[in-house]
């Protein structure tokens, strides 16, 4: 799922400072399970800021909402007819349901209350690790089910680099190297030809802004209307 | 045993610390309590294994929390102690209760709100 940390309080207060009335936008979706961006948080964040802005004898007026996703248009337009009374709105979603909140009402400032973190595993309670960084390009078929591009601080297609020690990344003792543990799944598995299949650079002009239609969705009678 | 403990004190029970949540620390002092201080048993006991253990995070962060919008951290504690200790249940109440009269009131009951 995508994670998301929350951004310090001093930063959205800032964000926020010439702003007298607030719409907290909540994700039920991935920023609620990752304890980041839920209707939850936004409950705390909302107390956090009337009871902020009340002290500093600048009190605001507040209101939140938490739509079960902000990367759907049909979950957005429940905001349609409440954004009008408010200045500015913050989200609390991933960076792509901000931007979606903000394409869909340009008129109104919006701004971010957390910091998008990556696609992450979930190995405990309130506790996520990063595992794909969506390349475009998946490798996995090949390298054991470990991601070189997430878990090798250089990213490489093809390694090790001259940095591995003793099953560990230079840069950490305690980062493993990537390339390392995915030698050791493969001879696990009498796979280690894999590891001879050179992969070609990659070819980051791929990470321009993409976008996907799925087989069988193109719809073509929209594209003649 | 009719142990006196501060009037000020109001008991909220919960079924175990665990259950207390940050917006419900959070909401108390925004509606403008002084304090509020969270009793579980001793660490080591809980009957739900980590309740107690998990209210304590909790606490710990709301106190981050009030940092961070301007209050004082100390106007929220967690103790420990065993159903046992009647005593130990009133000399904490006091012990808060001192805290409390020495941070002073809530500020927040002097501003005006917004909405």
């Given at each position: 799922m995508i994670v998301a940390k929350r951004k310090p309080f001093d930063e959205i207060m800032q964000l926020l400072k010439g702003h007298r009335k607030i719409l907290v936008v909540g994700c039920g979706t991935c920023v609620a399970v990752c304890l980041a961006g839920g209707e939850k948080e936004v409950a705390v964040l909302t107390a956090e800021l009337e009871m902020a802005r009340r002290l500093a004898e600048n009190p605001v007026e507040l209101g939140s909402a938490t739509l079960e996703r902000q990367c759907d248009r049909e979950y957005l337009a429940q905001l349609d007819g409440k954004v009008?009374?408010?200045?500015a709105l913050i989200s609390m979603a991933c960076g792509v349901g901000i931007q979606f909140l903000a394409e869909r009402f340009p008129h109104k400032p919006v701004y971010p209350a957390v910091d998008t973190a990556g696609l992450a595993v979930n190995q405990d309670v309130g506790w996520y690790e990063e595992r794909c960084r969506s390349c475009g390009r998946c490798v996995l078929g090949l390298t054991g089910g470990i991601c070189p591009v997430t878990m090798c601080a250089k990213g490489l297609y093809n390694g090790p680099c001259g940095g591995t020690n003793k099953g560990s990344c230079e840069i950490n003792a305690?980062?493993?190297?990537a390339w390392n543990a995915i030698y050791e799944r493969l001879k696990a598995q009498g796979r280690l030809d894999c590891i001879l299949d050179l992969q070609p650079p990659?070819?980051?002009?791929?990470?321009?802004p993409r976008s996907l239609i799925q087989p069988g969705y193109k719809k073509p009678e929209k594209a003649k209307a | 045993m009719r142990l006196e403990y501060p009037s000020s004190v109001k008991v909220i029970f919960v079924p175990?610390?665990?259950?207390?949540?940050v917006i419900h620390l959070l909401t108390a002092i925004q509606k403008g309590a002084d304090g509020v201080y969270c009793v579980g048993c001793?660490?080591?006991?809980c009957h739900y294994n980590e309740g107690n253990l998990r209210c304590r995070e909790r606490v710990d962060y709301v106190r981050s929390l009030l940092q961070e919008i301007g209050l004082e951290a100390d106007r929220v504690r967690m103790y420990n102690l065993s159903s046992g200790e009647g005593p130990t249940f009133a000399a904490y109440a006091k012990e808060m209760n001192e805290n409390i009269l020495k941070l002073g009131p809530n500020p927040l009951k002097k501003k005006t709100a917004g909405r």
């Open positions: 009008d009374a408010y200045d305690d980062q493993p190297c990659h070819d980051w002009k791929d990470m321009t | 175990c610390t665990g259950k207390v949540d001793l660490e080591g006991t």
